[in-house]
């Protein structure tokens, strides 16, 4: 008798993913294209509860134009740091009409988070990696918390420290889904243009990679793509892709004390 698939529920302690799972799904997506792949995993439904979470920034519709044709009824997860452009806002309405996504949350950061450890908004000035904990990193901690998996958007060729981007990997038990992570920059322009999508409003203007906007500047030309997000900082990431490797040292930054309730993501 075949045995029975496992079944993943909140009173189950246990990982929901293995890396042993993650380098199968390595092995049997090796070759395939990603709204393949995609299509097969949403149909067979063995990815549990999943959702994709989603910048909305200058590459982000390629990516959300490939789970829609799958499957339209995917969350897709936006967390908005109440530092976004209102460029990244309104282009986020116009990819959700455009693509017919009819699942989209948005978190934010925690109102008491926010008054006790950036009252004046400006914390992003003097500790850009508290600011990230704070107001990207916790947020969609909270948002994650329902997920047996979760999509991404990266690519290696973006920067140095996404090189040997695997499609599937695991992150505290969930599986961890990089569709596009052996796509070229070229792939992606054959792939807007071939399906007329529309583009963010701030790449024109030689916003390559758009983040916060206090944040976020011009990249130069030959520079990297990222190179524009956080100019003359030591940094490189957000910390929503290195849980194990957190940028903000102990505690939440500055070494105070959180509000009650408050669990820091690191």
Not at 48 to 76: I, N, Q, W
Not at 120 to 143: F, H, M, T, Y
Request: glycine share 10%.
């Amino acid at each position: 008798m075949a045995e029975a698939a496992r079944q993943r529920d909140l009173i189950d302690t246990a990982p929901a993913f293995t890396q042993a799972e993650a380098d199968a799904l390595n092995a049997r997506f090796a070759g395939v294209d990603a709204g393949t792949m995609l299509a097969e995993l949403f149909a067979e439904g063995s990815l549990g509860k999943v959702g994709v979470v989603s910048s909305f920034g200058t590459e982000s519709a390629v990516l959300l134009h490939l789970v829609a044709k799958a499957d339209r009824t995917v969350p897709v997860v936006f967390v908005d740091t109440l530092k976004m452009f209102e460029e990244t806002l309104q282009y986020r309405e116009t990819l959700i009409e455009t693509l017919g996504i009819v699942n989209s949350e948005v978190v934010q950061p925690d109102e008491a988070v926010l008054a006790a450890k950036d009252e004046n908004g400006l914390r992003w000035s003097w500790d850009p990696d508290g600011c990230c904990e704070i107001r990207k990193v916790e947020p969609l901690k909270r948002a994650k918390q329902g997920l047996d998996a979760w999509i991404s958007g990266r690519k290696a060729f973006q920067s140095v420290t996404r090189q040997n981007l695997p499609r599937f990997e695991v992150e505290d038990g969930r599986l961890k889904i990089n569709p596009l992570g052996d796509w070229t920059k070229d792939d992606l322009e054959a792939y807007f243009e071939e399906h007329d999508l529309p583009r963010h409003p701030l790449e024109a203007q030689g916003y390559l990679s758009v983040g916060c906007a206090p944040c976020t500047s011009k990249v130069k030309p030959g520079e990297d793509p990222r190179a524009g997000r956080w100019r003359g900082w030591d940094k490189t990431e957000c910390g929503i892709h290195s849980p194990n490797n957190p940028q903000s040292g102990g505690n939440d930054g500055d070494g105070g004390e959180l509000p009650p309730g408050y669990e820091p993501a690191f």
